[in-house]
C-alpha cells in the first residue's frame, strides 16, 4: 500500500468551475501536509501547506481531515493557468526519508 | 532571488558512462535531496544529505552515489549509467527539520540514456 494516494484524473473542467481534490495517506502519525503544484516539464512548486484549522489563499482552500486520514485542495472559478499537476506531500517527524509524495491529480482547465 | 540550479536542463548519455548530475543552492540550506520522476511513479528520493559531507540513502539508491563536500552543492553521480537510470532528475533543498518543511526545487534535468 502507498503511504500517499491520489487520483490521477485527468481533471477536465470548463473555465468558472470549482473543482476538489483529495489526497489519503496511510500513516496516522503524519505531522504535516502540503500542496504541490507541478507544470508541464517543470519543477514542482509549493502551492500551499495544510494546516489543522484549514487554510485559504485567494481561490484556493485545503482542510485536513485527521480522522479519515485524507487532505482535500478546492478551488474555486478555475482559471486556464490553473492547469497542471497537483502533488500531495505528507511528511513524518520520524525516520531519516520523512517526505512522502504522491503521484499527484492532473488538472486542465478549458475554456 | 533564491533558488536551487541544475547544472543541465537535458543530458544525453550512454550506456556505461559516469554521468555527474551537480545542484547548488544559494540559501544556506543545511539539508539537500536527489529525486527522480517518473510517469505513474511520482517523486522517489534518491539521497539526501542533511549536513556537508553527510549522506543517507533514499528509497531507491541502487546504482547512484552522491557527494556533498561544500555546503551549497549537492552532486549526484551515476557510476554506470544504464537506459533504466532515464528519468527526470530533481534536486531540491529545505532548511533544517522543523516539523513544517517545505522543498525548493531545482528546475531538473532530463536525463537519456541511450
Known amino acids: 500500500r502507498k503511504e500517499v494516494e491520489q487520483d490521477p484524473g485527468p481533471f477536465n473542467v470548463p473555465e468558472g468551475a470549482t473543482v476538489a481534490f483529495n489526497c489519503t495517506y496511510s500513516n496516522s502519525a503524519s505531522q504535516s501536509f502540503f500542496w504541490y503544484r507541478q507544470d508541464c516539464r517543470k519543477e514542482p512548486k509549493l502551492l500551499m501547506s495544510?494546516?489543522?484549522s484549514g487554510n485559504e489563499d485567494g481561490r484556493f482552500t485545503a482542510q485536513l481531515n485527521r480522522a479519515s486520514q485524507y487532505i482535500s485542495l478546492l478551488i474555486r472559478d478555475s482559471k486556464l493557468s490553473d492547469s497542471a499537476t497537483y502533488l500531495c506531500?505528507?511528511?513524518?517527524?520520524?525516520?531519516?526519508?520523512?517526505?512522502?509524495f504522491g503521484t499527484g491529480t492532473r488538472l486542465t482547465v478549458i475554456p | 532571488d533564491v533558488k536551487v540550479t541544475q547544472s543541465s536542463r537535458y543530458l544525453v548519455k550512454r550506456t556505461g558512462e559516469k554521468v555527474f548530475l551537480e545542484c547548488v543552492q544559494d540559501?544556506?540550506?543545511?539539508?539537500m535531496f536527489w529525486y527522480r520522476q517518473d510517469p505513474g511513479l511520482g517523486l522517489r528520493l534518491i539521497y539526501f544529505s542533511y549536513d556537508v559531507k553527510m549522506k543517507e540513502k533514499g528509497d531507491i539508491p541502487e546504482g547512484y552515489s552522491v557527494s556533498r563536500e561544500k555546503k551549497e552543492r549537492f552532486s549526484l553521480i551515476l557510476e554506470s549509467a544504464s537506459t533504466n537510470q532515464t528519468s527526470m532528475y530533481l534536486c531540491a533543498s529545505s532548511p533544517p527539520r522543523t516539523g513544517d518543511e517545505k522543498l525548493l526545487f531545482g528546475s531538473g534535468t532530463q536525463l537519456s540514456v541511450l
Open positions: 540559501m544556506d540550506h543545511e539539508n
Open positions: 506531500v505528507v511528511t513524518f517527524l520520524t525516520g531519516a526519508n520523512n517526505l512522502f
Open positions: 495544510v494546516y489543522s
